[in-house]
Structures are given as C-alpha cells and as structure tokens.
C-alpha cells in the first residue's frame, strides 16, 4: 500500500485511497466506485479521465458546472456513440466563494483512448460558456479492464482525491458539494 495511503470499506472489501486528515466523504467515495462499476458493467474496459475546471468569477451556486458537463455529454455521447458517466465536485480554499471543481469522466475506452479524444469536447464546452478554463493535471488517464484488479485499484486511488473532506467547508450552504452523470446502479 502506498506510504500516503489508508483503507476504505465498499460492499465487505476494504480499498487502498488516499488519506487526508479530515478524512474522505462516503457519499462521494461510494458514488465513484458505483460509476466505475456500472460503466464497466456497459463496457470491458474502460477510461477515468481527471480534469480540473476553474471559474474566473466568484460564485454562489453550480450553474456553470452544470452547464459545462450537460454540454461535454452530448459532445461526447454524440460524437462518440456510446454512453458516459461523470463526477464533479467543488472545492474552495477561502470564503470569498472563488471555486474550481476536480472532475472524472468514464468512456468506453475502446472508443476514446485518452484526454486527447476529450479535449476538444471540454474546448468548445468551456468556450460556449466563457467563465471557466480547464487543466489536465499530470497523470490523468486511467484505462480500467474489468478482469485487471490493479488498474481498478489505481483508478479507485487516483479518484479517491475527489472525496477529501478538506476545501469543500466553504461551500455556500444548500449548494451541492459533488454531483455525478448517471444513475446509481443497482447492487
């Protein structure tokens, strides 16, 4: 396991993620292993591609998210045939209500090969939208077989980051801290 590392518990297995010292929220970390695992469901393999989104303007609320992510759906459903599966979540550092969103999208990645096949669709959702830019940090394409336990263990670690309790307490109250594409699968 690695030396930053700690175990979370889903469906009686314990999983290597990331440790923080405010901890991991559940909602979060369970709704990325329900998105892994019902688009690996759809698919035999597939990509997690991280992203980051960042406003130029403070804001109260997620309607630039919201827009940005039902744009990059159809985009990428359309152009690429084949359903998706997204989780954002909001992160501030300070109270002045400046925030930016880690971001995952899953695709079948026998139709996409890496962030390059998502990078024009999150150009033309950002330019549509004008207040926002994007960045791919290093290390952002993970391709997970169904039948490869490491590279879902590696995804799962790599997204672990998304569910740190830490940077969302700023979130104006009643506001969403995380929201996700499609619907839960059933266990």
Not at 18 to 31: A, V
Not at 52 to 77: R, V, W
Not at 88 to 101: D, I, L, M
């Amino acid at each position: 396991m690695p030396f930053n590392a700690t175990e979370y518990e889903y469906l009686d297995y314990f999983w290597p993620v990331q440790k923080f010292d405010t901890g991991l929220n559940k909602d979060i970390m369970d709704s990325i292993f329900e998105k892994l695992l019902s688009m690996l469901e759809l698919h035999p393999k597939v990509l997690m591609v991280c992203f980051e989104i960042h406003t130029y303007e403070a804001t109260s609320n997620n309607k630039l998210i919201s827009k940005l992510f039902k744009q990059l759906t159809n985009s990428l459903e359309k152009h690429y045939s084949s359903k998706m599966d997204y989780l954002w979540v909001r992160e501030q550092t300070a109270a002045e209500g400046f925030c930016h969103y880690h971001c995952i999208v899953i695709i079948d990645a026998q139709k996409v090969r890496n962030s390059f096949g998502i990078k024009p669709h999150l150009d033309r959702a950002c330019y549509l939208l004008v207040n926002v830019s994007y960045y791919f940090p290093t290390n952002c394409n993970y391709w997970v077989h169904y039948q490869d336990k490491d590279s879902f263990l590696s995804a799962i670690f790599r997204a672990s980051y998304l569910a740190k309790n830490e940077t969302k307490e700023y979130t104006p109250k009643g506001i969403r801290k995380f929201q996700g594409g499609r619907k839960k699968r059933s266990l």
